[in-house]
């Protein structure tokens, strides 16, 4: 990276790194580096703890009455790669990696690898400025997805709210099946649907399996009136009594 593409990054992440080292290897990937040492790789694997940290003291503290496991929800859906490909995408620093020539060019970029990317500058700023400004950058970007998950309650782990859903209403265990699956070894994506007795729902792609099956479950969902969507795509669990039967 040259030094404007360096100063573009730090005006993005709203930091000016005293070693501009660490942040040119965060948005190294392995595939273009001369060994895996010297890619972001590293830098990942230190940005997934410190945002683990970061994300698990906040609801600790934020939300003193959620039991343990409401929390764990709650943690595994802002520290998901989902979550962590879209902030990524956000900031365009997918588009900042310096890739080989076998994953330049790749559209849409797989969603590991924006992931990875977000984790790897959240390590970059952790060495050269400290937690505090780690935990600064890491709440500005995923507060507002906590205070979401925490008001709506699925936490965006729709199997587990229809699966339950069906117990309670007698129906029968939901099992997810692949209808079609495209797209090269690295970058596969998956459609997959819901069936629950001789019923069978919508069928959704994703990037990943676990992508579709989500998305699947959320569609049986809206299918039988337990969650509302709205225009921006929010989430709402529909309370038993407020139904259309």
């Known amino acids: ?32 580096a001369e060994h895996r040492l010297a890619s972001n790789e590293r830098l990942e694997f230190l940005g ?8 698990c003291d906040h609801i600790f503290r934020a939300y003193p009455d959620l039991l343990e496991g409401e929390l764990t929800k709650i943690k595994s859906n802002v520290v998901s790669r989902r979550l962590c490909a ?15 020539k076998g994953m330049a060019g790749q559209e849409p970029i797989p969603q590991s690898l924006a992931a990875a990317a977000f984790e790897a500058v959240i390590g970059a700023l952790y060495l050269d400025a400290g937690m505090e400004r780690a935990r600064a950058f890491v709440l500005a970007h995923v507060e507002p997805a906590i205070e979401r998950a925490a008001r709506l309650g699925h936490q965006r782990n729709f199997k587990s709210v229809l ?27 998956f459609e997959v649907c819901v069936e629950s007795g001789s019923r069978r729902f919508a069928a959704c792609w994703g990037s ?10 959320l ?12 225009g921006e795509d929010e989430v709402r669990l529909v309370p038993d009594g407020d139904r259309g039967e």
């Open 1 to 32: 990276m040259d030094q404007n593409d360096i100063a573009t990054v730090e005006e993005i992440l709203g930091h000016r790194f005293s070693d501009r080292g660490i942040i040119e290897q965060a948005l190294l990937h392995a595939s273009h």
């Open 208 to 217: 990943t399996k676990k992508e579709a099956e989500q998305q699947a479950a």
């Open 163 to 189: 699966q339950q859903a069906l117990q309670r209403n007698g129906g029968d265990a939901p099992t997810y099946v692949v209808l079609d699956e495209k797209g090269p070894d690295h970058a596969k994506c």
């Open 86 to 100: 879209e902030i990524a995408i956000r900031l365009d620093l997918p588009g900042r990696l310096r890739l080989g």
């Open 219 to 230: 569609q049986a969902l809206l299918e039988l009136g337990i969650a509302e969507q709205d």
């Open 48 to 55: 997934d703890a410190v945002l683990a940290i970061v994300v």
